[in-house]
């Protein structure tokens, strides 16, 4: 089966990779095209365009950064797509989105998988990433060897528009949980401890997260380098907030770091780091967090 891979960015350019490495035959375009260098260099196949992208293919993932982005690629993708195509969709979209997008799709013969993803960069680079499937059953069982060529942790979490609705959550938990995070690390500066160990009675405690794990170590480094922006944060929140009220949840840990993001974005501008939003305290108290032998990015 001949895979489409359109995106290839901090995320999409690793999840193409994982897919050749894996012996797919795999056909890649990006607005960028040096983004698909070492792709191409590797064996993989260059498309000028999405449309001439999806007549070349049996299936065509995207890993875009908005659902405008998102509707744009599909418009294009529609025009030349054959009835029989399956279009994976990995970008973090809000439930009504995807269920909108799929019936645009469905219209053209087209068949949709939501595909969204979550564990950082890091693990996509891996094969490693998590993978939280939505739509049919039959689909995903067909497309299943591909998702493990990226993946190892797979969940078919059900019909179309459930997994947008568990990407969502699990999103809006870490950035609450890197907000915390910063403000247990300033109390352990402030309260004169070694960072770096306090960091480890962290992880082995019960306060521990994989935010902790992973964006903890970015912070004591000073870099913030996640490879996931402020404004992306604030796209993902904004789908949680709307959760919200769809559901009639209240969210007030989740308003509350909405409000903490948006002023992050306005501090250091929309493509700042997201993991930067710590800086937001480190400025505040006039204390940086910082101790050795943490890693700029993570590996």
């Not at 019936?103 to 890091?122: D, F, I, R, Y």
């Not at 059953?137 to 568990?166: E, S, T, V």
């Not at 796209?235 to 308003?255: E, H, T």
Request: some cysteine.
């Amino acid at each position: 089966m001949r895979y489409g891979f359109i995106g290839l960015g901090n995320l999409g350019g690793h999840l193409a990779a994982s897919l050749q490495r894996s012996g797919f035959e795999v056909v890649v375009h990006d607005r960028d095209p040096t983004t698909a260098d070492r792709l191409i260099q590797a064996g993989a196949t260059w498309s000028a365009s999405p449309g001439a992208l999806s007549r070349q293919c049996d299936a065509v993932l995207t890993c875009l950064p908005s659902p405008q982005v998102s509707q744009a690629i599909l418009d294009q993708i529609l025009e030349t797509a054959r009835p029989g195509l399956t279009w994976i969709e990995m970008s973090t979209v809000g439930r009504e989105e995807i269920l909108r997008l799929a019936s645009q799709a469905s219209a053209k013969g087209v068949a949709t998988m939501e595909l969204p993803v979550t564990g950082g960069v890091h693990l996509a680079a891996q094969g490693k990433i998590t993978m939280l499937a939505g739509g049919e059953k039959d689909l995903f069982a067909q497309h299943l060897p591909a998702l493990q060529a990226m993946g190892d942790k797979i969940f078919y979490m059900g019909p179309l528009g459930n997994a947008a609705i568990i990407k969502v959550i699990t999103n809006m938990l870490a950035f609450i949980h890197l907000v915390a995070d910063g403000e247990a690390l300033m109390l352990a500066k402030r309260g004169g401890l070694d960072l770096a160990q306090a960091w480890q009675a962290i992880k082995a405690s019960s306060g521990n997260s994989f935010v902790h794990e992973t964006e903890g170590q970015l912070i004591l480094n000073g870099s913030y380098d996640i490879g996931f922006t402020l404004d992306l944060a604030l796209k993902d929140l904004g789908f949680a907030m709307k959760l919200g009220r769809d559901f009639d949840v209240p969210l007030q840990l989740a308003d509350l770091t909405n409000e903490i993001f948006i002023n992050g974005k306005e501090a250091y501008g929309a493509a700042a780091p997201s993991t930067q939003i710590v800086k937001l305290l480190e400025d505040a108290v006039g204390e940086d967090l910082r101790a050795e032998g943490f890693p700029p990015r993570l590996g």
